[in-house]
Nanobody, 118 residues
């Protein structure tokens, strides 16, 4: 049974930090590209950051470059998103996603709420 479980969301003041985690089970984590998306009510889900297999490459949305860092620990089947200098516009539900394009497989987590507010 495939599962992606996000954790680490919550309420934080502007300028603060949070670290999100996404723990995977039920598939070969190291063989999948992993990414974080976010969504606010009434908008489409948008890509925040992506990391290739074995962490060989990363890419970020312009809005988070220099503030967010994506990483993965294949030994723990876990991906992370370190979020610093948070802004109110970072408020969203954050989702993790696992992709293996060659096999046509795509999995989503259930999401974790991040709220940036004073």
């Amino acid at each position: 049974q495939v599962q992606l479980v996000e954790s680490g969301g919550g309420l934080v003041q502007p300028g603060g930090s949070l670290r999100l985690s996404c723990t995977a089970s039920g598939f070969t984590f190291s063989s999948y590209a992993m990414s974080w998306y976010r969504q606010t009510p009434g908008t489409e889900r948008e890509l925040v950051a992506i990391i290739g297999r074995a962490g060989d490459s990363t890419n970020y949305a312009d809005s988070v470059k220099g503030r967010f860092t994506i990483s993965r620990d294949d030994a723990k089947n876990t991906m992370y998103l370190q979020m610093n200098s948070l802004k109110s516009e970072d408020t969203a539900v954050y989702y993790c996603r696992a992709d293996r394009v060659a096999l046509g497989r795509l999995y989503w987590g259930q999401g974790t709420q991040v709220t940036v507010s004073s």
